[in-house]
């Protein structure tokens, strides 16, 4: 079955909640063997897949760390498939004091944390001549969000960009890297925030398991061809 993950395994950043959790749910329901990482052990997650049978294992480390994120691709035994995911989202205006750290916190957690994350990964995939990565992005790099703030637009459309260029770079070495571009999902990262759902054609925000389902699917044999693409999952709010 080219939809299955049985026999894959794959690391998964930011994986203690969100569509971290629910996308080890969906490739521990496909098959895969699960490395979960946060920047505590994300036991929770880990407890109930195991109960389900599924093989996993639990990293703590922060993507900002080059040196530790180097250690985890080097360390495990098997690494077929990297999601990228762990990211923030603050939702502060530009105009408050103390912004500019919360830009440099936002690149570096989701632009440099994920080349910190890859750059190792892309080495060992070459020399084992195989691999996927999927990066998750958002829809705020695409057309700059429905509510997104500038740091975290700048961030996601550097994501982006940053897809085309590693894809180009690894395809020859048997290697496909995409991202997932999701809109406005039902998480915590927007707790508290306002949305207007009559600005998503299809009226409503998406569950984690609406992007955690593309998510595995790049993940597997059956997006073998699939390569440098960006895979909006939006409600409509951005149409490729």
């Not at 996308?23 to 329901?29: D, G, H, L, N, P």
């Not at 990482?37 to 996993?56: F, H, N, T, Y």
């Not at 690494?79 to 570096?108: M, R, S, Y």
């Amino acid at each position: 079955m080219p939809f299955s993950l049985l026999g894959k395994t794959i690391l998964i950043t930011g994986a203690a909640g969100g569509i971290g959790s629910e996308t080890a749910r969906v490739c521990a329901e496909l098959g895969a063997n699960l490395v979960l990482a946060d920047l505590q052990e994300p036991l929770s997650i880990a407890e109930e897949l195991r109960g389900k049978g599924a093989a996993v294992q639990v990293l703590a480390f922060d993507v900002r760390d080059r040196q530790a994120s180097e250690d985890v691709v080097q360390q495990l035994p098997q690494l077929d498939v990297i999601v990228a995911n762990a990211g923030f989202c603050p939702w502060d205006d530009w105009n408050e004091p103390g912004w500019d750290d919360v830009f440099h916190q936002t690149i570096d957690i989701n632009a440099l944390g994920v080349i910190n994350l890859l750059r190792p990964g892309l080495n060992r995939m070459i020399s084992q001549g195989s691999g996927r990565m999927v990066l998750v992005s958002s829809v705020a790099g695409r057309m700059g969000g429905l509510r997104a703030s500038p740091h975290y637009v700048v961030a996601k459309g550097g994501i982006n960009a940053m897809v085309k260029w590693l894809a180009r770079k690894a395809a020859p070495h048997g290697i496909t890297v995409n991202a997932v571009a999701p809109g406005a999902t039902a998480t915590n990262m927007v707790q508290g925030q306002a949305f207007d759902e009559q600005a998503i054609p299809l009226g409503r925000m998406a569950t984690p398991r609406e992007i955690a389902m593309p998510v595995a699917f790049l993940c597997s044999d059956a997006a073998s061809y699939i390569c440098g693409t960006i895979l909006d999952v939006n409600g409509g709010v951005y149409m490729n």
